[in-house]
């Protein structure tokens, strides 16, 4: 059966981009993309391709009861900059994934959001950083680790430039993992994924 995904968007939407671009590859269509701010490029990017979009903000009921709506199977956080509650977590048990900017778990947990992630792994002076997907669970960047990409970053000097190549990285892994769970081939066993 073809899947119902949903992106849930805060920012630029760069990743929402690359699965747009890349869903013909995917046995799933995109049916809403949602946003906490209103001001949201990722909005656009929706609009452009005909997606239903809406702004909810602060109201995790509101959200749910959208996404059972929309009869949603994946739920795609896509720089989605939102405290999530664990009745939102609780109702798509499984069912959420999350891409961060490093590999977990380096670099991960409070705080470690958008620009800090790359200006962490800068100060730290780390030669190699990455890409991670994962389930999301109740404790913050630590459910189920799905994919991880490593990204060389040895010759750059800024943080800017690490979450460019890193977001480069981000743009393949993630419409490769959105594929593999449309395709029913991911499975999680005792806490590990096992994809097929
Ligand atoms: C990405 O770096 C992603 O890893 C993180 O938020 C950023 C979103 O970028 N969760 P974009 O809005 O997809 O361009």
Redesign the pocket.
Known sequence: MVKKIAVL?????????AIIDNITDINGNIVLVVSNKESAF?LTRAQNANIPTKVISKDDEKLIQTLKEYEVDLVV?????AILTPEFINAFKDKII????SLIPSFCGKGA??IN?AKMALQRGVKITG?TIHFVSEIVDGGPIIAQRAVDIADLNTAEDI?QR??KT?HELLPWVIKKYCDDEIIIEDGRVKIK
């Open positions: 968007v805060s920012g630029g939407g760069s990743n929402l981009q990722g956080l896509a720089g989605y900059l999350n891409i961060h900017p959001y958008g992630v890409v979450q890193v977001l981000e």
